[in-house]
């Protein structure tokens, strides 16, 4: 019986290391299946044609820059919409709201978090960008706006209920002493507990641009996925194409082994970059932190 | 100018959370004006309740009701009802500072923390600033020991240097009444003794009002003490009356020590 015991024990830890390791593992197996498809795209095409202002596959025109103008117009839109309204919204909910409205809010925001974005995709199509048409006078609604308006939807959630945790961490007694000595609760909001929440809630917004930056769905069906390259701030309103788009609309009907298939993976490997580039910022600025505070203890 | 004899009056003052645990009963009691002023008693007994009461810091609090009255006077001996509902709570609040038991800084620079309420008043002149954070550090006894390093983290000082800092961030505002709630219940005998020789300084120019965290502590300050048990002042008189000779058998049970 002992014998048997010790041994389940032993599967379950093995198990359990398994599966820790595994995820590692599967992390660099997708990186460096991404590098052996993608790096070939530089030895079949030129570099000039990468960087060229045209993307248009079946001639050969694989131009990468109104991709990455179309991913960055749409991720800025996104950003500048959801981090004012994350934040406010959190302050709301952490500093200002009474009870009740707290404990309706707070389930509201998470199932936002939720809804899948072929849903808001699909929202987008039907009653968002024919709106943004009307109201705008464009020639049509399927533009960057609405793509950065339903982005801005999908990463609301992380930045509110990131930013919230930061805001409840900091002690309820800087808020009394801040009161005490004269100080408005807006004024306390504003120059105390956001600046002593500041990386908490810089956290949230990196997780939250995160997120807009790998989202594919929603705006492969709401930008119009033309690609041009975004000049000026006229175009919001029109027509875009995002990385994702592109690759979520086109390789499927791409010949495997092709220069269209490798630059679509180039592209993968581009988005893989840019999103650790935003998670290891984001890393960086909570270990900063640590940091601090342990030097602080010490 | 007039001499004001009471700075503060508290009239059939009663007070009552929503949960119903802690309250007050119908409180009255004069508080004089520079001078010390010891709330003491034990755990519960509304010392607590009615110190927070005097800057309506309760506001915050679950307070179901309120009755009776709270007067402060201003210089020229006129009394406000600071329950009131014309008044300014931040205004009344700028008059009469607090101090906590456990020293709150802010996560600021030491210059930082004492700026804070006066730049959040609207003062933007950087020399007013300056000199008020100098006099503001002498008058808390902390200027020789800080005065080397204002910008570095208000954090990194002591546990005694941290509560001398809020002190004197109270005193930033020129307060006219000064609220302490136990204020050296973390601090180490020495600390204790520079925050009370502090304080002995300050009555001079304000009017104080102090929790003390021992009955020897209330003993050593007074002078003018107060006695509370279960939310009723039982007996309120002149240091050397009250803990020497005191007339309630409550009053002299505690202070003996025979509960507590």
Redesign the interface.
């Known amino acids: 019986m002992s014998n048997f015991r010790s041994w389940l024990e032993k599967f379950i830890f093995w198990a359990i290391r398994i599966s820790g390791y595994s995820a590692i593992l599967f992390v660099i197996a997708i990186f460096l299946y991404l590098l052996r498809e993608g790096l070939p795209a530089f030895s079949e095409v030129p570099l000039s044609n990468l960087l060229s202002e045209r993307w248009y596959p079946n001639e050969d025109l694989f131009g990468l820059l109104p991709l990455l103008g179309g991913s960055l117009v749409v991720i800025i839109g996104a950003t500048v919409i959801a981090v004012p309204i994350g934040i406010c919204t959190a302050v709301y909910i952490a500093e200002v709201a009474p009870p009740w409205a707290r404990e309706i809010l707070k389930p509201i925001v998470e199932v936002l978090a939720g809804i899948p974005s072929v849903v808001l995709g699909f929202f987008g199509i039907v009653i968002l960008a024919p709106y943004l048409r009307r109201a705008l006078d464009l020639p049509t609604g399927l533009t960057a706006l609405a793509g950065s308006l339903l982005l801005a939807a999908t990463s609301l959630p992380t930045i509110v209920s990131v930013s919230e945790d930061a805001l409840y961490s900091v002690p309820k007694s800087f808020r009394d002493a801040s009161i005490a000595l004269g100080v408005t609760e807006w004024q306390t909001i504003w120059h105390m507990t956001l600046p002593a929440a500041r990386t908490g809630v810089l956290t949230a917004c990196m997780l939250g641009i995160g997120r807009t930056v790998g989202e594919t769905m929603a705006v492969l069906m709401v930008t119009g996925n033309a690609p041009v390259i975004p000049r000026g701030i006229s175009s919001l309103f029109a027509p875009v194409r995002t990385m994702t788009a592109t690759i979520a609309a086109e390789m499927g009907e791409v010949a495997t082994g092709s220069a269209h298939y490798h630059v679509l993976f180039l592209i993968g490997i581009t988005l893989f970059l840019i999103t650790l580039a935003i998670n290891l910022i984001a890393a960086s600025v909570v270990f900063r932190k640590r940091q601090r505070a342990e030097r602080i203890l010490s | 100018m007039v001499k004001v004899v009471n700075k503060i009056l508290i009239q059939n003052f009663s007070l009552n959370y929503s949960d119903g645990t802690e309250s007050l009963h119908e409180i009255t009691l004069q508080i004089p004006a520079n001078a010390i002023m010891v709330f003491f008693g034990p755990a519960g007994g509304g010392k607590s309740s009615l110190l927070r009461a005097i ?1 309506r ?1 309760n506001d ?1 609090a679950d307070v179901i009701s309120i009755s009776g009255e709270i007067l402060l006077a201003d210089e020229n001996g006129n009394y406000l009802n600071i329950y009131d509902k014309k008044v300014d709570v ?5 008059r009469v ?2 101090v ?1 038991a ?1 020293p ?1 800084v ?2 600021l620079t030491i210059r930082g923390n004492l700026t ?2 006066l730049e ?2 609207g003062e933007k002149n950087k020399d007013i600033l300056m000199t008020s954070v100098e006099r503001s550090l002498r008058q808390a006894a902390l200027w020789d020991e800080v005065k080397d390093r204002l910008d570095t ?1 208000a ?2 000082l002591s546990g005694g240097q941290q509560q001398r800092l ?1 002190l004197a ?2 005193l930033m ?1 020129e307060p006219e009444v000064i609220l302490l709630d136990e204020p050296t219940s973390g601090l180490d005998p020495i600390s204790t003794s520079k925050v009370e020789a502090t304080l002995q300084d300050l009555k001079q120019r304000y009017t104080i009002v102090l929790v003390p965290q021992s009955i020897q502590q209330a003993a050593r300050m007074a002078d003018y003490a107060a006695f509370f048990l279960q939310g009723e002042l039982i007996e309120f008189a002149p240091e050397n009356a009250l803990f020497i000779n005191p007339k309630d058998g409550r009053t002299k049970d505690y202070v003996e020590g025979r509960f507590g």
Do not use: D, V, W
């Not at chain 2, 931040?90 to 700028?94: A, V």
């Open positions: 800057n810091l915050l931040i205004e009344l609040r700028r500072g607090m906590f456990r709150i802010l996560p804070y309420p959040l008043k983290s954090t990194a809020c961030r109270s505002l």
